[in-house]
């Protein structure tokens, strides 16, 4: 995990203005008892709409991540790989282009970025740990079916 932040730090520039413009009003329908991990699953989530030039389309889910300065999303490499125009769809109903700047097919895993930073969807801090275990419970959540 460590290798992939570092990969993330040299990769992804930091030409994204920086600062906190979240807007927590599109997750006020989450539990006030929910765990904290599955809170920040849930507000960091979007959809990811992808499309070729015959107007095939993928759609999937992703995470938004912060880490040293950086905003990116972290999805599965099937949702993007072979497709050219790459949208990320907040829950606001906002829409934004994306460009991919990592695709590792081998663990499926793609990083993408938007032109500027997300209102509607708050970035997770992006650390590994050494604290987890086997058996741990941990959290995700996307978008399947739109749900």
């Known amino acids: ?3 992939l932040a570092l990969l993330l730090a040299l990769l992804l520039p930091t030409d994204q203005p920086q600062g906190n413009d979240y807007d927590p009003s599109f997750h006020s329908d989450l539990s006030l008892f929910a765990e904290s991990g599955l809170k920040q699953a849930y507000k960091s989530s979007i959809v990811i709409s992808a499309f070729t030039e015959d107007a095939n389309m993928s759609v999937g889910s992703g995470n938004y991540f912060h880490i040293h300065g950086h905003r ?3 999805t599965a490499a099937h949702v993007v790989v072979g497709f050219k125009d790459i949208y990320v769809n907040e829950r606001s109903g906002d829409v934004y282009l994306a460009k991919v700047v990592h695709i590792d097919g081998f663990r499926d895993i793609a990083i993408i970025k938007t032109e ?5 969807t708050k970035p997770v801090d992006y650390r590994s740990s050494s604290k987890i275990e086997v058996g741990k419970e941990i959290f995700y959540c996307g978008h399947p079916n739109e749900m």
């Not at 500027?116 to 509607?120: G, Q, T």
């Open 116 to 120: 500027r930073p997300l209102k509607y």
């Open 72 to 74: 990116f999303i972290l």
């Open 1 to 3: 995990m460590g290798r």
